[in-house]
């Protein structure tokens, strides 16, 4: 009886510690599955941060390249329209040369010199002295180049007025 008794109690003790430890063969394999899930997500996840800031630098490496290229586009074309614009201009010019004298700059003068003229005795008139012999007044010259005119024209006006 002593024998079999304690072959129970062997099967029973082997079978308890058997499924004890199958149950920490099966929580070590849930533990070392979950530890392998989560570093696999990490690394997934870092390598996808890498492939994102790789993608955006080389969209906006891209970018810039388009970017320099559009604007030495633009400034061609600013160049290419002076270039057309100074030769337009000097084909107008060319062409039209011998219907203008080559001393349009007097003509230019004179005609400003008269202008000038104008606006000072047009000024003149509508801001003479009183006809009073004691007033010495006399508007203000504001072209000094008919200075020796103003002086004549007020030595004119002190005589008839006196």
Request: glycine share 4%.
């Amino acid at each position: 009886l002593g024998f079999v008794a304690t072959l129970i109690q062997k099967t029973y003790r082997g079978w308890k510690c058997r499924t004890q430890f199958l149950r920490l063969k099966k929580s070590q394999i849930i533990i070392a599955a979950w530890f392998r899930r989560y570093n696999q997500q990490k690394k997934y996840s870092n390598m996808k941060k890498a492939a994102i800031m790789l993608q955006a630098y080389v969209r906006g490496w891209k970018v810039r390249k388009l970017q320099r290229e559009l604007k030495k586009q633009k400034r061609y074309a600013a160049s290419v329209t002076i270039i057309a614009a100074g030769w337009r201009g000097y084909q107008v010019r060319k062409r039209l040369r011998r219907y203008f004298k080559c001393n349009a700059s007097r003509t230019v003068r004179k005609f400003m010199i008269s202008s000038i003229a104008q606006i000072y005795f047009r000024e003149l008139k509508i801001n003479l002295p009183s006809m009073s012999p004691l007033d010495k007044n006399w508007p203000v010259l504001r072209f000094h180049f008919l200075s020796k005119t103003d002086e004549e024209l007020k030595r004119i006006f002190y005589l008839w007025k006196c």
